[in-house]
C-alpha cells in the first residue's frame, strides 16, 4: 500500500448499511466488500489493528417503520438484526483475503455468531484478527454511531473512523447548497454546539468526555483508509478535543 509507517495502531472503522450498498438501492455489493476488505487486509499486514461497527440501512431502518406505526423498539431490534447480515457478509469478505475474522454480537445469536465480551474482542484484536461488531449496543433507541463511539473506547482504539459518501463534514447539505463549506478540523464541542449531523449528540458526548478523535471521510475513494491511518494527505474532517493547555 505504502512505504510510510501506520500513525494509528488501533482503529475503529463505523461503517454505515449504506455505504455497502454500491450503485445499488438496496442490498449488499459484492464489489464494495471485496474492495473494502482488501483495505483491511493493507492495514492488518501493516499491523494495524481493526475494529468494524457496521450499520443496516441497507437493508432495514426501524425509524421509519416506527413513524409509520410500528412500535420503536420493535424496529430498532429489526434494525439491529440487519447489522447481523451485514457484519456476516463482511467477515465473509475478509476471509476471502486471508484474514482471520470475528463477528461479534450485542444480541445473543449463538448459532450465528460470538456474544460482544471486551476482553475476548481485544484478544482477538491483539492475535491479529478483525473484530467486526454487530447488533449497536444491543438496545433500542440508541444509533450504531453510539454503539461505534463505545466500543472505540472500550477497545482502546486511537480514532474512530466515520466512513461517509461525502468528504468530511460541512456546514450545510453540500448537495443541497452549493455555497456549503467544508471543515478540515473541528473540536467535539463546535460539533455539539453547531448541531452539525454528523453523529448524534450520544456518540459525540461519549468521544469528546473520552478524547477520542473522530475522522469523517469519503469511503468512496478507494484506498482513503489506508491513506488516513498512514498519515497521508489530510482526508474528510477531523474532529478532536482542540489545543490542550500548557499546564496538561
Given at each position: 500500500m505504502t512505504s510510510s509507517p501506520p500513525i494509528y495502531r488501533r482503529i475503529l472503522l463505523k461503517l454505515?448499511?449504506?455505504?455497502?450498498?454500491?450503485?445499488?438501492?438496496f442490498g449488499i455489493s459484492g464489489d464494495v466488500l471485496a474492495r473494502l476488505a482488501d483495505e483491511i487486509a493493507g492495514l492488518v499486514a501493516n499491523?494495524?489493528?481493526v475494529t468494524l461497527v457496521v450499520g443496516g440501512g441497507?437493508?432495514?431502518?426501524?425509524?421509519?417503520?416506527?413513524?409509520?406505526?410500528?412500535?420503536?423498539?420493535?424496529?430498532?431490534?429489526?434494525?439491529?438484526?440487519?447489522?447481523?447480515?451485514?457484519?456476516?457478509a463482511l467477515q465473509d469478505a475478509?476471509?476471502?483475503?486471508?484474514?482471520?475474522?470475528?463477528?461479534?454480537?450485542?444480541?445473543?445469536?449463538?448459532?450465528v455468531c460470538e456474544d460482544y465480551i471486551r476482553r475476548r474482542a481485544?484478544?482477538?484484536?491483539?492475535?491479529?484478527?478483525?473484530?467486526?461488531?454487530?447488533?449497536?449496543?444491543?438496545n433500542p433507541f440508541f444509533t450504531t454511531d453510539s454503539a461505534a463511539s463505545l466500543r472505540a473506547v472500550e477497545v482502546g482504539a486511537?480514532?474512530?473512523?466515520?466512513a461517509t459518501?461525502?468528504?468530511?463534514?460541512?456546514?450545510?447539505?453540500?448537495?443541497?447548497?452549493?455555497?456549503?463549506?467544508?471543515?478540515?478540523?473541528?473540536?467535539?464541542?463546535?460539533v455539539i454546539d453547531s448541531r452539525l449531523q454528523v453523529m448524534d449528540t450520544t456518540a459525540m458526548v461519549?468521544?469528546?468526555?473520552?478524547?477520542?478523535?473522530i475522522r469523517v471521510f469519503n469511503v468512496q475513494r478507494a484506498g482513503e483508509i489506508g491513506r488516513i491511518v498512514h498519515g497521508i494527505g489530510d482526508a474528510g474532517t477531523l474532529v478532536d478535543s482542540g489545543p490542550k493547555d500548557k499546564g496538561q
Amino acid at each position: 500500500m505504502t512505504s510510510s509507517p501506520p500513525i494509528y495502531r488501533r482503529i475503529l472503522l463505523k461503517l454505515s448499511g449504506e455505504a455497502l450498498l454500491g450503485g445499488s438501492e438496496f442490498g449488499i455489493s459484492g464489489d464494495v466488500l471485496a474492495r473494502l476488505a482488501d483495505e483491511i487486509a493493507g492495514l492488518v499486514a501493516n499491523g494495524v489493528g481493526v475494529t468494524l461497527v457496521v450499520g443496516g440501512g441497507n437493508i432495514f431502518r426501524g425509524v421509519g417503520l416506527s413513524g409509520r406505526g410500528m412500535d420503536r423498539v420493535t424496529g430498532d431490534q429489526m434494525g439491529m438484526l440487519s447489522t447481523v447480515i451485514n457484519a456476516l457478509a463482511l467477515q465473509d469478505a475478509l476471509e476471502k483475503t486471508g484474514l482471520t475474522a470475528r463477528v461479534m454480537s450485542a444480541l445473543r445469536i449463538n448459532e450465528v455468531c460470538e456474544d460482544y465480551i471486551r476482553r475476548r474482542a481485544i484478544r482477538h484484536l491483539d492475535k491479529g484478527r478483525v473484530v467486526v461488531l454487530a447488533a449497536g449496543t444491543g438496545n433500542p433507541f440508541f444509533t450504531t454511531d453510539s454503539a461505534a463511539s463505545l466500543r472505540a473506547v472500550e477497545v482502546g482504539a486511537e480514532i474512530l473512523l466515520k466512513a461517509t459518501k461525502v468528504d468530511g463534514i460541512y456546514s450545510a447539505d453540500p448537495a443541497r447548497e452549493d455555497s456549503a463549506q467544508r471543515y478540515t478540523h473541528l473540536t467535539h464541542d463546535e460539533v455539539i454546539d453547531s448541531r452539525l449531523q454528523v453523529m448524534d449528540t450520544t456518540a459525540m458526548v461519549l468521544c469528546r468526555d473520552n478524547d477520542m478523535p473522530i475522522r469523517v471521510f469519503n469511503v468512496q475513494r478507494a484506498g482513503e483508509i489506508g491513506r488516513i491511518v498512514h498519515g497521508i494527505g489530510d482526508a474528510g474532517t477531523l474532529v478532536d478535543s482542540g489545543p490542550k493547555d500548557k499546564g496538561q
